[in-house]
């Protein structure tokens, strides 16, 4: 492996063990809801969860307006970019990305799970929103840094997804 694929597999690595660790702590101590919770209460318990997570794909929704507004990129055909406003352009599609399946997810999760299972869905919203801020943070600093939060946030999604699945054919 050369150096970038090293930093990429280190960061890949270190972000899914500290999510998996955060999402166990987390998720005993975060909101839920109680055992006898109907599925209408558990669906508007995720979605106020998923409207706070929305807020990375929000940020950096006006971060790209502002450096637009405020730049000789104000027309975005006319490639006048700069790297930080290319950077933090491709944070906003892999946010929006992985947003759709943490989305899907944890409305899968809280139509499966019983009330107090619910911080599960509390602690990835929180988990997905420091993860984005790494992803998008990583990225400015050195593209290959952006694999903690990416690895972090599509792992997270692919245990959202698998804890779904599981629930529900159990």
């Known amino acids: 492996m050369n150096r970038e694929q090293k930093l990429v597999a ?55 307006g502002n450096a637009r507004f405020f730049s000789e990129a104000i027309d975005p055909t006319a490639g006048r970019e700069s790297q930080a406003m290319i950077v933090n352009g491709r944070v906003v599609d892999n946010n929006l990305q992985q947003y ?33 801020f790494a992803f998008w943070i990583g990225y400015r600093i050195e593209p290959v840094y952006r694999a903690f939060g990416f690895a972090s946030t599509a792992y997270l999604n692919i245990i959202l997804f698998g804890t779904a699945i599981w629930l529900a054919w159990r």
């Open 100 to 132: 759709v399946l943490l989305f899907a997810a944890t409305m899968a999760l809280a139509a499966t799970a019983n009330g107090t299972q619910l911080g599960l869905v509390s602690a990835a919203s929180v988990i997905f929103i420091v993860s984005r």
């Open 10 to 64: 280190i960061g890949a690595t270190s972000g899914v063990v500290l999510m998996i660790g955060a999402l166990v702590g987390l998720s005993g101590v975060m909101p839920s809801l109680s055992i006898t919770a109907d599925a209408g209460d558990r669906l508007a318990f995720a979605a106020k969860w998923l409207a706070l997570a929305a807020a990375p794909v929000f940020l950096a929704i006006i971060a790209v």
